[in-house]
């Protein structure tokens, strides 16, 4: 059974860093591509970032480009989120996702995490 | 960037009755569609991908069609479990992908 543990969320300030992982089991972790994807309260979903499997590529929305950095560990089968310069309307749910195949692009999400909630606030 | 507009934002439909969402891209993107459905308080679930291919354990009640530019995601007869919020996704080509905004379904 695939599952994504999300962690790392919590309440940082305006210009803050926050670091989240997502632990993956149920799957060869190295044979896929992951993704992040976050949802605002209220509000829909909103794609992020994304790495090919082994690292060799990553995709950024241009939301978080230059601020935040995706990376992967294949030895932990664990996937990162380096957030930093954190803005106010960073605040959301955020999901690891991951993809059916291994290139990081051209391939939908077929499993998510539970998510972790980013607050971002003075 | 791909624009991706689902309508209409509400449907209220009555468990039994056939339901149809509709989700249109800015540019074709073939059939690089996925459909995911989200209850409160929960992740969005894979549904359909391809813009036709169920997942995996996905009802055949729910199908999915189209391509290019338009897309229908169609539950033939409502379930009490249906009700949710439903997006679609293009991931055509390069990253960044877009969701459509999503379209809610109330019980009537």
């Known amino acids: 059974e695939v599952r994504l543990l999300e962690s790392g969320g919590g309440l940082a300030p305006p210009g803050g860093s926050l670091r989240l992982s997502c632990a993956a089991s149920?799957?060869?972790?190295?044979?896929?591509?992951m993704t992040w994807v976050r949802q605002a309260p209220g509000k829909g979903l909103e794609w992020l970032s994304g790495?090919?499997?082994?690292?060799?590529?990553?995709y950024y929305a241009d939301s978080v480009k230059g601020r935040f950095t995706i990376s992967r560990d294949d030895s932990k089968n664990t996937l990162y989120l380096q957030m930093n310069s954190l803005r106010v309307d960073d605040t959301a749910i955020y999901y690891c996702?991951?993809?059916?195949?291994?290139?990081?692009?051209?391939?939908?999400?077929?499993?998510w995490g539970l998510g972790t909630l980013v607050t971002v606030s003075s | 960037e791909i624009l991706m507009t689902q309508s209409p934002a509400t449907l209220s439909v009555s468990p039994g009755e056939r339901v149809m969402f509709s989700c249109r891209a800015s540019?074709?993107?073939?059939?690089?569609l996925a459909w995911y459905q989200q209850k409160p308080g929960q992740a969005p679930r894979l549904l359909i991908y391809?813009?036709?291919t169920r997942a995996t354990g996905i009802p055949a009640r729910f199908s999915g069609s189209g391509s290019g530019t338009e897309f229908t995601l169609t539950i033939s007869s409502l379930q009490s479990e249906d009700f949710a919020v439903y997006y679609c996704?293009?991931?055509?080509?390069?990253?960044?992908?877009?969701f459509g905004q999503g379209t809610k379904l109330e019980i009537k």
């Open positions: 996702v991951k993809e059916m195949g291994v290139r990081g692009y051209s391939d939908p999400g077929d499993f």
């Open positions: 149920g799957f060869t972790f190295s044979n896929y591509a």
């Open positions: 790495i090919g499997g082994g690292g060799r590529s990553t």
């Open positions: 540019q074709s993107i073939s059939t690089y």
């Open positions: 391809g813009a036709s």
């Open positions: 996704q293009e991931y055509h080509n390069w990253p960044p992908y877009t």
